[in-house]
């Protein structure tokens, strides 16, 4: 009886140690789809938040979605037309930020067609279809808006003037400045140059075809 206890005994542990064994090989098996075993997995995962739900952050309660700090931009983000700024001073501190290439042109001058050509026409002469309908034809742009800077034309197409209207629905942030590339190639000018701020040119132009326009009717 007592040989025959021994033997199971040591049946039984040896049993158990080969478990162990296999235990431990199978947990060394190269198996890059297991997400393996985590020891106290509280230290590095933090509790999801829902939306628009409130939470409880060192005794303060606050809302899971909240707004960004003022002034701050978003990395990748490319701010449009900042608030508070007018159509004068976004002629003296609005300055392109996309780098010129001549594909970027090339885009710009595809969004002209798509977008512009309709009123200012293909060479922006205002001599387009629509434009010439229209109680005053667009300025040319290498007649009186020659001088025009990028920051008032990317104004412009943002929250659009006169009879204008804003295209910002239509055309996002870095469209816009492409197609402002194609416009001062229409003004004669060599896009991606830094241009100088004549002044008061806009004013006097927009002078001069009022005063164009008042002859001719």
């Given at each position: 009886m007592n040989v025959t206890k021994i033997i199971n005994l040591k049946t039984l542990k040896a049993s158990a140690i080969a478990g162990v064994l296999a235990l431990s090989l199978a947990s060394c098996e190269n198996a890059p789809n297991s997400p393996g075993y985590e020891y106290m997995p509280d230290m590095y995962r933090s509790p999801a938040l829902k939306y628009y739900n409130e939470h409880t952050l060192n005794g303060d309660t606050l809302m899971s979605a909240m707004k960004p700090v003022a002034g701050t931009i978003a990395r990748g983000y490319m701010p449009g037309v900042p608030v508070g700024m007018d159509y004068e001073k976004a002629g003296m501190y609005l300055h392109n930020p996309i780098p010129y290439?001549?594909?970027?042109l090339k885009e710009g001058e595809a969004i002209y067609g798509k977008f512009c050509v309709h009123c200012h026409g293909d060479a922006g002469k205002g001599d387009g279809k629509v434009?010439?309908?229209l109680p005053?034809?667009?300025?040319?742009?290498d007649g009186p808006l020659k001088d025009l800077p990028e920051g008032k034309m990317f104004y412009t197409i943002t929250n659009g003037k006169g009879l204008m209207g804003s295209h910002a629905s239509q055309l996002n942030v870095e469209e816009r400045w492409k197609v402002v590339y194609y416009v001062q190639k229409l003004q004669g000018k060599t896009p991606g140059q830094p241009q100088a701020?004549?002044?008061?040119s806009t004013k006097t132009a927009e002078v001069k075809n009022v005063k164009d326009k008042t002859k001719k009717s």
């Open positions: 290439s001549d594909a970027v434009g010439l309908k005053g034809a667009p300025p040319a742009y701020i004549p002044a008061d």
